[in-house]
Nanobody, 124 residues
Protein backbone atom coordinates (compact mmCIF):
# COMPACT_ATOMS: atom_id res chain seq x y z
CA UNK A 1 0.00 0.00 0.00
CA UNK A 2 1.42 3.35 -1.06
CA UNK A 3 2.41 5.53 1.85
CA UNK A 4 3.36 9.21 1.86
CA UNK A 5 4.26 10.70 5.21
CA UNK A 6 4.83 14.43 5.56
CA UNK A 7 6.82 16.06 8.34
CA UNK A 8 8.44 19.37 9.18
CA UNK A 9 5.39 21.57 9.59
CA UNK A 10 4.96 23.85 12.56
CA UNK A 11 4.39 27.39 13.74
CA UNK A 12 6.69 30.19 12.69
CA UNK A 13 6.63 33.95 12.62
CA UNK A 14 6.29 35.91 9.43
CA UNK A 15 9.61 35.95 7.59
CA UNK A 16 10.66 32.62 9.02
CA UNK A 17 11.54 29.34 7.33
CA UNK A 18 10.50 25.71 7.41
CA UNK A 19 11.58 22.61 5.56
CA UNK A 20 8.94 20.03 4.77
CA UNK A 21 9.79 16.42 4.01
CA UNK A 22 7.71 13.65 2.49
CA UNK A 23 8.91 10.09 2.85
CA UNK A 24 7.47 7.58 0.42
CA UNK A 25 7.20 3.83 0.72
CA UNK A 26 5.61 0.80 -0.93
CA UNK A 27 6.02 2.11 -4.47
CA UNK A 28 8.83 2.98 -6.88
CA UNK A 29 9.34 6.61 -5.94
CA UNK A 30 11.57 7.38 -8.91
CA UNK A 31 8.78 6.46 -11.33
CA UNK A 32 6.50 9.21 -10.10
CA UNK A 33 6.21 12.94 -10.41
CA UNK A 34 5.77 14.51 -6.99
CA UNK A 35 4.09 17.60 -5.74
CA UNK A 36 3.28 19.77 -2.76
CA UNK A 37 -0.24 21.07 -2.44
CA UNK A 38 -1.86 23.12 0.28
CA UNK A 39 -5.31 23.78 1.60
CA UNK A 40 -6.33 26.61 3.86
CA UNK A 41 -9.64 26.54 5.80
CA UNK A 42 -12.53 27.27 3.49
CA UNK A 43 -10.38 27.19 0.37
CA UNK A 44 -9.72 24.73 -2.43
CA UNK A 45 -6.60 22.60 -2.38
CA UNK A 46 -4.04 24.24 -4.65
CA UNK A 47 -0.76 23.27 -6.22
CA UNK A 48 2.27 24.86 -4.60
CA UNK A 49 5.20 23.21 -6.33
CA UNK A 50 5.81 20.04 -8.33
CA UNK A 51 8.81 18.17 -9.66
CA UNK A 52 9.21 15.56 -12.36
CA UNK A 53 10.44 12.05 -11.73
CA UNK A 54 14.09 12.87 -12.45
CA UNK A 55 14.11 16.16 -10.60
CA UNK A 56 14.99 18.08 -13.76
CA UNK A 57 11.72 19.97 -14.21
CA UNK A 58 9.95 21.98 -11.56
CA UNK A 59 6.86 24.11 -11.31
CA UNK A 60 6.13 26.84 -8.76
CA UNK A 61 2.89 28.63 -8.19
CA UNK A 62 3.28 32.35 -8.67
CA UNK A 63 2.63 33.05 -5.01
CA UNK A 64 5.72 31.04 -3.89
CA UNK A 65 8.19 31.80 -6.65
CA UNK A 66 11.50 32.94 -5.26
CA UNK A 67 10.59 31.82 -1.74
CA UNK A 68 10.08 28.04 -1.94
CA UNK A 69 12.34 25.35 -3.40
CA UNK A 70 11.28 21.81 -4.22
CA UNK A 71 13.81 18.98 -4.43
CA UNK A 72 13.75 15.21 -4.33
CA UNK A 73 16.20 12.49 -3.40
CA UNK A 74 15.26 9.33 -5.27
CA UNK A 75 17.85 7.29 -3.39
CA UNK A 76 16.10 8.18 -0.13
CA UNK A 77 12.53 8.12 -1.47
CA UNK A 78 12.07 11.59 -0.09
CA UNK A 79 10.59 14.84 -1.35
CA UNK A 80 11.43 18.21 0.19
CA UNK A 81 10.03 21.71 0.22
CA UNK A 82 12.26 24.47 1.53
CA UNK A 83 10.07 27.42 2.49
CA UNK A 84 11.61 30.81 3.18
CA UNK A 85 10.16 34.27 3.81
CA UNK A 86 6.95 32.71 5.03
CA UNK A 87 3.88 34.92 5.12
CA UNK A 88 0.57 34.64 6.95
CA UNK A 89 -1.10 33.67 3.67
CA UNK A 90 1.10 30.56 3.60
CA UNK A 91 -0.81 29.18 6.58
CA UNK A 92 -2.39 25.91 5.45
CA UNK A 93 -2.24 22.15 5.61
CA UNK A 94 0.47 21.02 3.22
CA UNK A 95 0.09 17.74 1.38
CA UNK A 96 2.56 15.62 -0.51
CA UNK A 97 1.27 13.80 -3.60
CA UNK A 98 2.53 11.33 -6.19
CA UNK A 99 1.40 10.85 -9.76
CA UNK A 100 2.43 8.85 -12.83
CA UNK A 101 5.55 10.32 -14.33
CA UNK A 102 4.18 10.97 -17.80
CA UNK A 103 2.48 14.31 -18.51
CA UNK A 104 4.15 16.52 -15.95
CA UNK A 105 1.76 18.98 -14.35
CA UNK A 106 0.88 20.47 -11.00
CA UNK A 107 -2.85 19.87 -11.26
CA UNK A 108 -4.55 17.87 -8.51
CA UNK A 109 -6.12 15.60 -11.10
CA UNK A 110 -2.68 14.37 -12.14
CA UNK A 111 -1.88 12.91 -8.73
CA UNK A 112 -3.13 9.58 -7.47
CA UNK A 113 -1.62 9.22 -4.01
CA UNK A 114 -1.78 11.69 -1.14
CA UNK A 115 -0.30 11.99 2.31
CA UNK A 116 -2.17 13.01 5.44
CA UNK A 117 -0.69 16.48 5.50
CA UNK A 118 1.41 18.61 7.81
CA UNK A 119 0.18 21.90 9.26
CA UNK A 120 2.07 25.13 8.62
CA UNK A 121 1.01 28.16 10.64
CA UNK A 122 2.57 31.57 10.11
CA UNK A 123 1.89 34.35 12.56
CA UNK A 124 2.72 38.04 12.32
Amino acid sequence: QVQLVESGGGSVQSGGSLRLSCTASEFTFSNYKMGWFRQAPGKEREGVSCINWRGTTTYYAEFVKGRFTITRDNAKNTLYLEMNSLQRDDTAMYYCAAGPRMLFSCLKSGYDYWGQGTQVTVSS
